[in-house]
């Protein structure tokens, strides 16, 4: 008994030695915060995230709570995710990514989206990107998660072909779910349409891929893909879309 509370008194004092070590090591001048790194795939105000993380220049980067800072950096709007590491020494990284846009929608007027679902606001530098159109998502708000079954078959269509075919995917130019068991998606630079059912399968993206690199995905015409290996090909009727 009497060298049990013998390990445990040594053990005790370890531990509290350690600690008061561990605090006189994080408050050397050595490891004030300096400079906060920001990566980003957009802009933001290294003013501004400083203030809205609560890390604090001249405090030990040991002291900083790293996990409030990207938890209160992470819920602004556009961010989609965010990571907050400690340097060697008296730096710490902030990693932000930022909901860019990959599709164009009709809310109440035209929205961006990202590929997470978040709707975005366009301006004159919002590249020329796919537009789901026949019909409109009146629930669109900027910086919002949209959830419609529609929004989910567009995205899941376009990270498909993006995963398969990037040269295809760049080739899309709308996908319209006017009705209600079918999408029709259009290819630059003829408006080539492709007839699937929504329900479409990873071998449906294969056979679009198939059409595009034997040259055939162009003039103004459609393919149907909704008959399993039977691929239906018809001319685009005058002043079709």
Not at 73 to 92: E, H, M, P
Not at 119 to 142: C, E, H, I, M, Q
């Amino acid at each position: 008994m009497l060298k049990f509370f013998i390990k445990l008194v040594v053990l005790i004092v370890a531990v509290g030695a350690g600690r008061f070590a561990f605090e006189k090591v994080a408050n050397l001048p050595l490891f004030a915060l300096e400079k906060v790194k920001i990566n980003s795939n957009g802009y933001f105000d290294p003013d501004t995230l400083v203030a809205l993380s609560g890390l604090e220049k001249g405090k030990s980067i040991f002291k900083q709570d790293i996990k409030f800072a990207a938890d209160m950096i992470a819920c602004q709007k556009g961010v989609v995710s965010c990571t907050v590491d400690r340097g060697v020494l008296s730096d710490i990284s902030v990693n932000v990514e930022f909901a860019e846009p990959s599709l164009l929608i009709n809310g109440d007027k035209v929205f961006g989206l990202s590929k997470e679902g978040v709707v975005l606001p366009v301006n004159d530098l919002t590249p020329d990107l796919p537009l789901v159109t026949g019909r409109k998502f009146k629930d669109a708000r900027s910086y919002e998660r949209i959830t419609d079954p529609d929004i989910a078959y567009a995205l899941d269509l376009y990270n498909a072909l993006n995963f398969r075919s990037p040269a295809l995917c760049r080739m899309l130019s709308e996908m319209n779910f006017k009705e209600k068991k079918l999408i029709m998606i259009y290819f630059s630079p003829d408006g080539t349409a492709v007839v699937l059912n929504k329900c479409y399968s990873e071998s449906d993206i294969y056979r679009l891929c198939t059409l595009k690199e034997s040259g055939m995905l162009t003039g103004r015409r459609i393919f149907d893909l909704r008959f399993g290996d039977i691929v239906v090909e018809s001319s685009m009727k005058r002043g079709t879309l």
